[in-house]
């Protein structure tokens, strides 16, 4: 799990990868990160977020592709 700041977090639970509020509990995305293309529009999902910041975006971003690096190296 990784904290995006104040309010969001990103978690791999089983095979999903999902972004949420860390109150709420609200999903901006969920994607499984062994798939290239549920991966990449993943990415597409945080980028057109509103409510994250441009830092948390960052994050974001930075951490799905760690998941997914992680997911498909043997």
């Given at each position: 799990?990784?904290?995006?700041?104040?309010?969001?977090?990103?978690?791999?639970?089983?095979?999903?990868?999902?972004?949420?509020?860390?109150?709420?509990?609200?999903?901006?995305?969920?994607?499984?990160?062994?798939?290239?293309d549920?991966?990449?529009?993943?990415?597409?999902?945080?980028?057109?977020?509103?409510?994250?910041?441009?830092?948390?975006?960052?994050?974001?971003?930075?951490?799905?592709?760690?998941?997914y690096?992680?997911?498909?190296?043997?």
């Amino acid at each position: 799990m990784a904290s995006l700041g104040e309010d969001w977090l990103i978690q791999q639970i089983g095979g999903e990868v999902i972004l949420f509020h860390r109150y709420t509990e609200e999903e901006v995305v969920k994607f499984k990160p062994n798939n290239p293309d549920a991966a990449a529009k993943a990415q597409k999902v945080i980028h057109d977020d509103r409510r994250l910041t441009d830092e948390e975006k960052c994050f974001a971003h930075f951490w799905s592709g760690y998941f997914y690096a992680h997911s498909v190296s043997v």
